[in-house]
């Protein structure tokens, strides 16, 4: 039972290089978010989807962009990686916001 | 004012001891709140929902105050295990309505 799965795991980037994050869920959940945590700052809401073709801006979207071709899918993309994108990024879903959410163990990016 | 509010801590408790902590919300239409636990370095897992009666969970108690706008957790009988930052977790009102993590309150339990 994989729930929601995070790849890649680790990831270090150049300043200015691009990479897309992917999250697949297998719970058929309608809504997936992605956030990022960075120490003593909690969880920030990047962006999230309320369903497949769906997304919507969250607390720091800045930098980032988002795609949920398939409803299993939610991939978060940087287009020009910045040090300030240094984190752990976390996607999480659930089939309505009255329910809790299922999260991914996390991807450890790393911008030089 | 942040939207939800949690003492960083850390909380220092022995073994076996009591140990509670609250979160305050700032939206009163606030309608589903949440206890997560967070080990170091690993993803936040869901520890319990909160009703609005409060709810108990083993060792584990969970009560909603929305008169005062806040959540609390207590915990029984510490274990070392139980070290952890605890997040609290907060959606406000409507169908697309927001869910606001908390920073985090920090748990150490000690032999």
């Known amino acids: 039972n994989a729930g929601v799965t995070q790849t890649p795991k680790f990831r270090v980037l150049k300043t200015g290089q691009s990479m897309t994050l992917l999250c697949a869920q297998d719970?058929?959940?309608?809504?997936m978010y992605w956030y990022r945590q960075d120490p003593g700052m909690g969880l920030r809401l990047i962006h999230y989807?309320?369903?497949?073709?769906?997304?919507a801006k969250g607390e720091v979207p800045d930098g980032y962009n988002v795609s949920r071709l398939k409803k299993q899918n939610f991939l978060l993309g940087l287009e020009s990686a910045a040090p300030s994108q240094t984190s752990v990024y976390f996607c999480?879903?659930?089939?309505?916001?009255?329910?809790?959410?299922?999260f991914g163990d996390g991807t450890r990016l790393s911008i030089l | 004012r942040k939207e939800v509010e949690q003492d960083p801590g850390p909380f220092n408790v022995p073994e076996g001891a009591t140990v509670a902590f609250n979160c305050t919300y700032s939206?009163?239409?606030?309608?589903?709140f949440f206890w997560y636990r967070q080990d170091c370095r690993k993803e936040p897992k869901l520890l319990m929902s909160?009703?609005?009666s409060g709810n108990e969970d083993g060792r584990f108690t969970a009560q909603l105050n929305r008169a005062s706008q806040y959540i609390s957790l207590l915990i029984r009988d510490s274990k070392l295990s139980d070290s952890a930052t605890y997040l609290c977790?907060?959606?406000?009102?409507?169908?697309?309505?927001?869910?606001?993590f908390g920073s985090g309150t920090r748990l150490s339990i000690r032999p």
């Open positions: 999480a879903s659930t089939p309505n916001p009255r329910q809790p959410q299922h």
């Open positions: 719970m058929n959940h309608e809504y």
């Open positions: 989807s309320v369903g497949e073709g769906t997304t």
């Open positions: 939206n009163s239409a606030s309608q589903s």
């Open positions: 909160v009703y609005s």
């Open positions: 977790v907060v959606r406000g009102p409507g169908s697309a309505s927001k869910i606001i």
